[in-house]
């Protein structure tokens, strides 16, 4: 008896599993999605990302540089307080940065390397057309989409005096 009981008991579960399952849409059902590809990446290859980036300052020319950021990308500048959200804004910034024709250095840096996003961050120095030295602090966030590594977010700032 206590065997027709729990066998009752089980059919009832089931069944009333099925009924909720029924009721949900069809991707609640289905196999999880294949997973994201993450392509693959070298901290020599995310090293050569800010050379890309510093290669476009060389070329003088505003939109060369913002190419390297993806559209929805955040530029919190070297030397401006306005935080700079469109192309359009990215491109303006660097048409007067460019105008002093700097030239980066990386003096030093840290490489964490994720699944389709890379964070280069450290300090670097900014050499002008006037022989000036800026000394400023980085980090760049980048993301590959679309087939390409591009700038998501990248955050510079003067070294504070000690």
């Not at 050569?48 to 476009?56: C, E, P, Q, V, Y």
Request: net charge negative; glycine share 4%.
């Amino acid at each position: 008896m206590m065997r027709f009981v729990l066998a009752g008991a089980l059919a009832l579960s089931v069944l009333s599993l099925q009924t909720a399952v029924a009721g949900q849409p069809a991707a609640a059902t289905q196999p999880a999605a294949a997973a994201t590809r993450c392509e693959p990446i070298t901290e020599a290859e995310v090293a050569g990302l800010f050379d890309r980036w510093n290669a476009s300052l060389a070329t003088l020319k505003a939109e060369a540089v913002a190419a390297n950021y993806a559209e929805d990308a955040i530029l919190l500048p070297t030397l401006s307080n306005t935080p700079r959200l469109t192309q359009e804004q990215r491109v303006e910034y660097f048409k007067h940065f460019l105008e002093q024709r700097p030239q980066g250095a990386v003096d030093s840096r840290v490489i964490w390397i994720g699944c389709n996003t890379v964070t280069d961050a450290g300090t670097y120095t900014f050499t002008l057309a006037d022989g000036s030295k800026v000394p400023a602090r980085y980090t760049y966030t980048y993301e590959f989409a679309d087939g390409a590594w591009l700038i998501a977010s990248h955050h510079s700032s003067i070294m504070p005096e000690k």
